[in-house]
């Protein structure tokens, strides 16, 4: 069963996130991605996240789909006006590529190109409402297409700290899900409690849910996010936890297992994310007992 029948029974995806290379050699991408084949529902390719220079979504997700794994483009108005990004959706599609996560994109002062100019032609809620136009029939200038695609679009929840930032975000995605997303990836999950409540607050959008399961690589990069996203709620206990193990390493493996395993109790998915550490999916999955 392919991803998009599977979340439309309602059952358990899994989905794992992986960069495309910052140049032609994509032996070492293909390579991960063959150890994942029959153990994800699908992968989410990133486009240039972070600001980062790379080859692109739609580049990565052929060559993925090559391989006989689905993809998930991500797609963003940040580099690319209404005309190209329409071209990309049609062109995703005949590449075999129907399952798209429209996501904000990071300020490019973040990334390697900080002189490249941004062009925001469409935000989130515009980009959902241009898919589903697409899918329609009939282009943003109101022209019939020739042939209309097929696609499954999803959204992504912007992180909380408060009960205030939750209810602005509920509302958000609440429009999001109006302008035809069809599932919701929420934020990065380190606090099971609370981020409980956030499920109870997200139940109202009537979309399945995936939880963003994100890899802490160290106690260096726990300690940076907790102390600038304290929304996250890394807390103390975790920290010491990692610094305590005899393998380090194997620890952050295991946490993010548990956390997936969990999670499972919660919401209808859960999206892996390693940040450059693709290598080691295959043993969070087997921590995860998926």
């Keep these: 069963m392919n991803f998009k029948k599977k979340l439309s029974a309602g059952e358990f995806v899994v989905l794992a996130e992986m960069n495309t290379p910052k140049g032609v050699d994509i032996s070492e991408l293909v390579t991960n991605a063959r150890r994942l084949k029959d153990r994800v529902d699908a992968v989410v390719i990133p486009d240039m996240d972070n600001g980062v220079m790379r080859m692109s979504a739609l580049g990565g997700g052929a ?6 794994l689905e993809t998930i483009a991500h797609i963003y108005g940040r580099d690319k006006n209404r005309m190209a990004l329409q071209g990309d959706v049609l062109a995703a599609y005949v590449l075999g590529i129907p399952h798209l996560l429209a996501v904000p994109a990071e300020p ?24 589903r136009s697409l899918c329609e029939g009939v282009d943003m200038a109101g022209f019939e297409l020739k042939g209309a695609p097929e696609l499954t679009v999803g959204c992504a929840m912007s992180p909380v700290a408060d009960d205030s930032q939750l209810a ?10 109006d302008a035809g997303a069809q599932y919701v990836v929420t934020s990065p999950v380190f606090d099971l409690e609370a981020y409980g409540r956030i499920v109870d607050a997200l139940k109202p959008l009537r979309v399945p849910l995936v939880a963003n399961v994100f890899l802490l690589k160290n106690v260096g990069m726990a300690r940076y996010i907790s102390i600038h996203d304290p ?26 297992g548990e956390a997936a395993a969990e999670l499972k109790n919660m919401v209808q998915g859960v ?4 940040l450059g550490w693709e290598h080691r999916l295959p043993d969070i999955l087997s921590s995860a007992g998926m």
Excluded: F, Y
Aim: net charge neutral; hydrophobic share 35%; proline share 1%.
């Design 108 to 131: 490019m002062a973040n990334g390697d190109h900080r002189e490249a100019g941004t062009v925001d032609d469409l935000g989130e809620i515009d980009i959902l409402k241009m898919i």
């Design 63 to 68: 060559l993925l789909r090559r391989e006989g």
């Design 231 to 256: 929304g996250s709620r890394i807390s103390e206990d975790m920290i010491r936890r990692i610094r305590k193990a005899p393998d380090r390493e194997a620890e952050c493996i295991r946490m993010a």
């Design 168 to 177: 602005q975000e509920v509302e958000t995605l609440s429009r999001k899900v």
């Design 271 to 274: 999206k892996i994310t390693t």
